[in-house]
């Protein structure tokens, strides 16, 4: 029997994917949103130091050495000003008054001297390099390190590297156990058998040792961090995911892909992952907190990145020499900087758990 | 149930044989030629020769895994590189000072997350649920650098409460004089993140029936949490405390590494910044049979706590 009215045109469905609910969710969600803003903040500034827009001149001495903050400008510890320069000028009047008596430093003439020709030489060489001696600050909005440099530009360089190193080690982290763990879970049989042998091996070792035998054989230097901590964190996302995709592979929507003869690359990836890509991002926020804490720490017992650059950690390792001489600027101001990122992190990582949960309605 | 536990060990062999294929790759392939670094500054070609003889880096790639295998299997791993003591005889004489100093950390701090995590679980939606959820959530976001140096300086170097670093030969000494600071820093570190997984597993259980069902034939709250909200949170609880048990043999590398305590921890550290390959494969090997023997032991205790856990 025919319809006598045929059913009114569905109306303009707003496209309403899990993405865009979650998002909606996340923007009620008034501290996740507080959240992503803040690490937007951060990776803007990342962005700029890393470009070069902002702080590209850290390793610059431009002021004191241990040049207090400018708020606390008059209560710094009292410390005897003693630079390269001064110990040098000392050294020369030295030389030059033993050179007056006809016997240099070392009380033996230039002809018995055996590094008088060396020394001369040098000398020349270090005036040639010598710029002009520029003014230098009393005091900097965050102080100054050992060296004078400015521990504001030091911070945002270092930020830069930490989070470099975190979202590249977890993104590469998050590939690998992402691919690994579709192949181990949608195929299944001795494929399977043979990456869950992998992912019993790397468990069962520790990964702050694990990360320390890699580190122990490769380089220093940001790409080297990188990916030391990507093959070693891997592990979570593997397990994830295997399980993801055992409980996908035989839903009906997979099957109906297979009946439209969509081949297995195909299925995984344009059909399956879609649908789990949400928990990515969830592991992703963890994976980024947990690999700037490793970063640090590495960097700190100089595993990590190269002595050029800068990170959290390498600016943590000058703190404990810092505070016993009582200047506690570069400690506190690393500390906050990078509180404040995890917190924020965290916090993103369990609001975005929240907001794209498919359970929650 | 011997039957389980069999198959059990029997499955850590190929576990076992990847760990070392992965250290074999790493050192042995990854890490290059290690007789220039021991070589030092008397390089030469016969100096080289020999330094790779003794090694038996002169041999062809499975002759020399088949060496390391049998190291494994004998637990001899021969001499550290840089002191020339036998492996074995070192990390002996370092296993102490971690078990001790590690094994303290974990008792004190699951005693006090525990009781912190039930208290605040009973009192959950109150202010001081939500203070302590928040001051933990802070806590956890601060580097254990941060927390090891500034209790370092200010607790041992400024306050003069402690010493500042050092470990002596006599376990009382320890225990009186250079155990507390790293003690109460460990513990600091550990306490919040395991007060919010411990507060999560306890307010979960608090929602299920079999509660309702006690309050409503009238026992006590107390005894609602002690008798039955505790054994049934157990179970999370014991998997985090197994899980972190083979770090009890690596010990607390920073803190053993900041108050120069002579354990596991630092000792890689240390043989990471000399290359000595030997140390770094020994204790690499003893932490995973640690941890593969924990995971069993686990599974076991699974078993005792909760009925409802079949072993297959």
């Given at each position: 029997?025919?319809?006598?009215?045929?059913?009114?045109?569905?109306?303009?469905?707003?496209?309403?994917?899990?993405?865009?609910?979650?998002?909606?969710?996340?923007?009620?969600?008034?501290?996740?949103?507080?959240?992503?803003?803040?690490?937007?903040?951060?990776?803007?500034?990342?962005?700029?130091?890393?470009?070069?827009?902002?702080?590209?001149?850290?390793?610059?001495?431009?002021?004191?050495?241990?040049?207090?903050?400018?708020?606390?400008?008059?209560?710094?510890?009292?410390?005897?000003?003693?630079?390269?320069?001064?110990?040098?000028?000392?050294?020369?009047?030295?030389?030059?008054?033993?050179?007056?008596?006809?016997?240099?430093?070392?009380?033996?003439?230039?002809?018995?001297?055996?590094?008088?020709?060396?020394?001369?030489?040098?000398?020349?060489?270090?005036?040639?390099?010598?710029?002009?001696?520029?003014?230098?600050?009393?005091?900097?909005?965050?102080?100054?390190?050992?060296?004078?440099?400015?521990?504001?530009?030091?911070?945002?360089?270092?930020?830069?590297?930490?989070?470099?190193?975190?979202?590249?080690?977890?993104?590469?982290?998050?590939?690998i156990g992402t691919v690994l763990g579709a192949l181990s879970g949608y195929f299944g049989g001795?494929l399977d058998d043979a990456l869950m042998w992998g992912y019993s091996?790397?468990t069962?070792?520790?990964?702050?040792?694990?990360?320390?035998?890699?580190?122990?054989?490769?380089?220093?230097?940001?790409?080297?961090?990188?990916?030391?901590?990507?093959?070693?964190?891997w592990t979570g996302t593997f397990r994830l995911m295997r399980a993801e995709f055992i409980k996908h592979k035989?839903?009906?929507?997979?099957?109906?892909?297979?009946?439209?003869?969509?081949?297995?690359?195909?299925?995984m990836?344009?059909?399956i992952l879609?649908?789990v890509?949400?928990l990515l991002?969830?592991q992703?926020?963890?994976?980024?907190?947990?690999?700037?804490?490793?970063?640090?720490?590495?960097?700190?017992?100089?595993?990590?990145?190269?002595?050029?650059?800068?990170?959290?950690?390498?600016?943590?390792?000058?703190?404990?020499?810092?505070?016993?001489?009582?200047?506690?600027?570069?400690?506190?101001?690393?500390?906050?900087?990078?509180?404040?990122?995890?917190?924020?992190?965290?916090?993103?990582?369990?609001?975005?758990?929240?907001?794209?949960?498919?359970?929650?309605? | 149930?011997?039957?389980?536990?069999?198959?059990?060990?029997?499955?850590?062999?190929?576990?076992?044989?990847?760990?070392?294929?992965?250290?074999?790759?790493?050192?042995?392939?990854?890490?290059?030629?290690?007789?220039?670094?021991?070589?030092?500054?008397?390089?030469?070609?016969?100096?080289?020769?020999?330094?790779?003889?003794?090694?038996?880096?002169?041999?062809?790639?499975?002759?020399?895994?088949?060496?390391?295998?049998?190291?494994?299997?004998?637990?001899?791993?021969?001499?550290?590189?840089?002191?020339?003591?036998?492996?074995?005889?070192?990390?002996?004489?370092?296993?102490?000072?971690?078990?001790?100093?590690?094994?303290?950390?974990?008792?004190?701090?699951?005693?006090?997350?525990?009781?912190?995590?039930?208290?605040?679980?009973?009192?959950?939606?109150?202010?001081?649920?939500?203070?302590?959820?928040?001051?933990?959530?802070?806590?956890?976001?601060?580097?254990?650098?941060?927390?090891?140096?500034?209790?370092?300086?200010?607790?041992?170097?400024?306050?003069?409460?402690?010493?500042?670093?050092?470990?002596?030969?006599?376990?009382?000494?320890?225990?009186?004089?250079?155990?507390?600071?790293?003690?109460?820093?460990?513990?600091?570190?550990?306490?919040?993140?395991?007060?919010?997984?411990?507060?999560?597993?306890?307010?979960?259980?608090?929602?299920?029936?079999?509660?309702?069902?006690?309050?409503?034939?009238?026992?006590?709250?107390?005894?609602?949490?002690?008798?039955?909200?505790?054994?049934?949170?157990?179970?999370?609880?014991?998997?985090?405390?197994?899980?972190?048990?083979?770090?009890?043999?690596?010990?607390?590398?920073?803190?053993?590494?900041?108050?120069?305590?002579?354990?596991?921890?630092?000792?890689?550290?240390?043989?990471?910044?000399?290359?000595?390959?030997?140390?770094?494969?020994?204790?690499?090997?003893?932490?995973?049979?640690?941890?593969?023997?924990?995971?069993?032991?686990?599974?076991?205790?699974?078993?005792?706590?909760?009925?409802?856990?079949?072993?297959?």
């Open positions: 029997m025919p319809h006598s009215a045929s059913p009114p045109p569905a109306a303009p469905h707003p496209h309403n994917s899990l993405t865009r609910i979650g998002w909606r969710r996340l923007r009620r969600d008034r501290v996740g949103f507080a959240a992503l803003c803040i690490v937007g903040a951060y990776l803007l500034l990342a962005l700029a130091a890393w470009s070069g827009l902002l702080a590209s001149h850290w390793q610059d001495e431009v002021a004191h050495p241990y040049a207090p903050p400018t708020l606390f400008a008059g209560t710094a510890p009292h410390h005897l000003e003693l630079s390269a320069a001064d110990i040098d000028a000392a050294d020369r009047r030295a030389t030059s008054a033993a050179a007056q008596d006809g016997s240099g430093a070392t009380g033996l003439s230039a002809d018995e001297d055996p590094l008088a020709a060396d020394l001369a030489a040098a000398e020349q060489q270090s005036a040639q390099y010598r710029g002009a001696e520029q003014a230098r600050a009393d005091s900097l909005p965050l102080g100054a390190d050992q060296r004078g440099r400015d521990v504001l530009q030091k911070l945002l360089q270092g930020s830069a590297t930490s989070l470099q190193v975190g979202i590249a080690g977890a993104l590469l982290a998050l590939a001795l091996v790397f069962s070792v520790p990964d702050m040792l694990l990360l320390l035998a890699f580190a122990a054989v490769s380089g220093r230097g940001i790409g080297t961090v990188v990916l030391v901590m990507a093959f070693t964190s035989g839903r009906d929507y997979v099957r109906a892909a297979d009946a439209i003869g969509a081949g297995h690359g195909r299925r990836f344009h059909h879609p649908n890509g949400h991002l969830v992703f926020s963890m994976l980024t907190v947990a690999l700037i804490k490793y970063e640090a720490i590495l960097s700190f017992l100089g595993f990590g990145v190269g002595v050029t650059q800068v990170s959290w950690g390498a600016m943590l390792a000058e703190a404990p020499a810092e505070l016993l001489q009582g200047y506690w600027w570069q400690m506190l101001a690393v500390t906050l900087c990078m509180s404040l990122l995890v917190t924020a992190f965290s916090l993103l990582a369990d609001s975005l758990r929240d907001a794209l949960d498919p359970k929650v309605k | 149930m011997l039957a389980y536990i069999v198959r059990r060990v029997w499955q850590m062999v190929p576990t076992l044989f990847g760990v070392m294929l992965l250290l074999f790759v790493l050192f042995n392939w990854v890490g290059g030629d290690p007789s220039y670094i021991l070589a030092g500054k008397n390089l030469s070609a016969e100096a080289l020769a020999g330094i790779r003889q003794q090694l038996g880096l002169d041999l062809p790639l499975p002759q020399q895994f088949l060496i390391f295998v049998k190291q494994v299997l004998t637990l001899d791993f021969g001499t550290s590189w840089s002191t020339q003591q036998p492996v074995s005889t070192l990390l002996h004489s370092r296993i102490g000072p971690s078990l001790l100093l590690t094994g303290s950390i974990l008792l004190l701090g699951t005693v006090l997350a525990i009781g912190i995590a039930a208290l605040v679980a009973y009192l959950r939606g109150s202010l001081t649920d939500r203070l302590v959820t928040l001051i933990a959530t802070c806590a956890m976001s601060v580097s254990a650098l941060v927390y090891i140096i500034a209790g370092q300086y200010w607790l041992a170097f400024k306050g003069g409460w402690f010493p500042i670093m050092g470990w002596s030969d006599s376990t009382l000494d320890n225990l009186l004089h250079y155990l507390p600071l790293p003690l109460l820093l460990g513990v600091i570190v550990g306490l919040a993140p395991d007060i919010r997984f411990y507060r999560s597993c306890f307010v979960e259980e608090l929602g299920h029936d079999y509660v309702r069902t006690a309050r409503a034939k009238g026992l006590s709250e107390p005894v609602i949490m002690l008798k039955h909200v505790l054994r049934n949170a157990m179970i999370p609880v014991v998997t985090s405390l197994m899980m972190s048990l083979p770090y009890l043999m690596m010990g607390a590398m920073l803190l053993e590494t900041f108050f120069g305590i002579p354990g596991m921890g630092k000792e890689v550290v240390m043989a990471v910044e000399r290359s000595d390959f030997p140390v770094i494969k020994a204790i690499t090997i003893y932490i995973a049979l640690a941890t593969m023997l924990f995971n069993l032991l686990t599974d076991i205790i699974y078993k005792l706590i909760d009925p409802r856990v079949q072993l297959h």
